[in-house]
């Protein structure tokens, strides 16, 4: 799959640009941890996304790129994720209202960098809320990192999602639609939400 390939300081990223005609904003999307960018959620939301004028860039992260299927450590994410972006914020998306968002894993490195970034919004797919139990103890809720964001933000969720239905917020707010983690059952329903979060948004 072609490309822009991206130097990072894990290797080369890749961001596939998805241009809308006369675009009003840009989103920037990262994939989750096992998958790449062609997940069916991922392209509702591209879609949608093109669809209300905005520009979309997918993002390969590093170890991706380098064929492996394991993630790199979570600060390597983020500082690569951040990369990425500043790059597309100072070339193809140059002057841009900037949403930035993800899968599963891509929503959590698109939270956790929101200061780094100064996106002004959030979108988050299938938000992997509570990790897998491993021995006795209760998972640890990721919900700080979702509280840590101040900027309007969009979780859709599949509704038997095992890990979990996030709360919605002051600014947030929760598409609950049919599925599971892997939000494959009903694209359109995602491109609905998205669609009518992203026409709402003031940029």
């Not at 959590?108 to 996106?119: G, H, N, Q, Y």
């Not at 494959?184 to 009518?196: F, N, S, T």
Request: proline letters at 9%; aromatic letters at 2%; a neutral charge.
């Amino acid at each position: 799959m072609a490309g822009t390939q991206i130097e990072t300081s894990s290797g080369p990223a890749r961001a596939h640009l998805h241009p809308a005609g006369e675009p009003k904003g840009a989103l920037v999307l990262g994939h989750g941890a096992g998958a790449g960018i062609d997940g069916p959620d991922l392209v509702a939301a591209t879609e949608a996304a093109t669809g209300e004028g905005f520009s979309v860039a997918l993002v390969e992260q590093p170890y991706r790129v380098a064929g492996k299927r394991a993630p790199a450590p979570a600060k390597r994410l983020d500082e690569a994720w951040v990369a990425v972006v500043k790059h597309l914020q100072e070339g193809q998306l140059v002057g841009l209202p900037l949403v930035v968002g993800g899968r599963s894993l891509g929503a959590r490195v698109a939270c956790r960098t929101l200061p780094e970034t100064d996106a002004s919004a959030v979108l988050c797919l299938a938000f992997p809320l509570l990790p897998p139990r491993r021995g006795d103890k209760p998972p640890q809720s990721r919900l700080p990192e979702l509280e840590a964001v101040t900027v309007p933000m969009l979780i859709v969720q599949g509704e038997n999602d095992r890990f979990g239905m996030p709360p919605e917020g002051a600014n947030r707010q929760v598409a609950k639609v049919r599925g599971d983690h892997g939000l494959k059952k009903d694209p359109e329903a995602i491109a609905g939400a998205v669609g009518e979060w992203l026409r709402a948004l003031s940029l």
